[in-house]
């Protein structure tokens, strides 16, 4: 079965931090990988996508990477800032038209 | 952000009755789908059309129904809704399937059956 796995649930950290969210999937066959920020009540916004012949993405402070071979993701978030306080979420889409979601992390930044 | 509007953006409604819900984009985005997120399940994908008049089936799709008449608006519709349906409902665009799909997301709609 295909499932994506974000692992910790929860991150609390403080302002300044470096800091690296996880996702894991089963079947390393994925087309691509997305990783989107969730704030409360509202929709989800895109941070990046990474097509399965890549190995990683970075906008501004952030910079997403994926291992294929191992079925993992990493989004890195340099420098946090209070503003970054959200859920993150990844999605993987394995073919077809269907997005698979982990459960999220919800971050806080304390300043 | 990606023109997609989700109409309405809550509503209460008795168990029973018929809800539809609306999805508009200006995108002109092929790709359009329904998901629900819930406490403890995450998101998951009800239907998605890939151009007017196609549609399919996606996880949890039983008690549902989509229309796609135009290329920017797309209906769900729960025929009769159950408190199981309470949920928040997400429309996404995508402007194709595949490796490059980056999919974007509307504000959502939180449905409240009682």
């Known amino acids: 079965k295909q499932e994506v796995t974000q692992i910790p649930a929860a991150l609390s950290v403080p302002e300044g931090e470096n800091l690296v969210l996880n996702c894991s999937f089963t079947d390393s066959a994925i087309y691509n990988l997305q990783w989107f920020r969730q704030d409360p009540g509202k929709g989800l916004t895109s941070l990046l996508l990474i097509q399965s012949s890549q190995r990683e993405q970075t906008s501004g402070r952030l910079n997403a990477s994926l291992d294929k071979s191992s079925g993992r993701s990493t989004l890195y978030i340099a420098a946090s800032q209070p503003g970054d306080s959200a859920t993150y979420l990844c999605a993987v889409r394995w073919g077809g038209n269907d997005m698979r979601f982990g459960a999220g992390t919800r971050l806080t930044v304390k300043p | 952000d990606a023109g997609i509007t989700q109409s309405p953006r809550h509503k209460v409604t008795e168990t029973g009755t018929p809800v539809t819900l609306r999805c508009h984009q200006t995108e002109n985005h092929r790709y359009m789908y329904w998901y629900r997120q819930d406490p403890g399940h995450g998101l998951r994908l009800i239907h998605y059309?890939?151009?007017?008049?196609?549609?399919d089936k996606g996880e949890v799709s039983d008690g549902y129904s989509v229309s796609r008449s135009k290329t920017e608006d797309f209906l769900l519709t729960l025929e009769s809704a159950t408190s199981s349906q309470t949920s928040v409902y997400f429309c996404?665009?995508?402007?194709?399937?595949?490796?490059?799909?980056?999919?974007?997301f509307g504000q959502g709609t939180r449905l409240t059956v009682v």
């Open positions: 996404a665009i995508s402007e194709m399937g595949g490796v490059n799909t980056e999919a974007f």
């Open positions: 059309s890939y151009g007017v008049k196609d549609t």
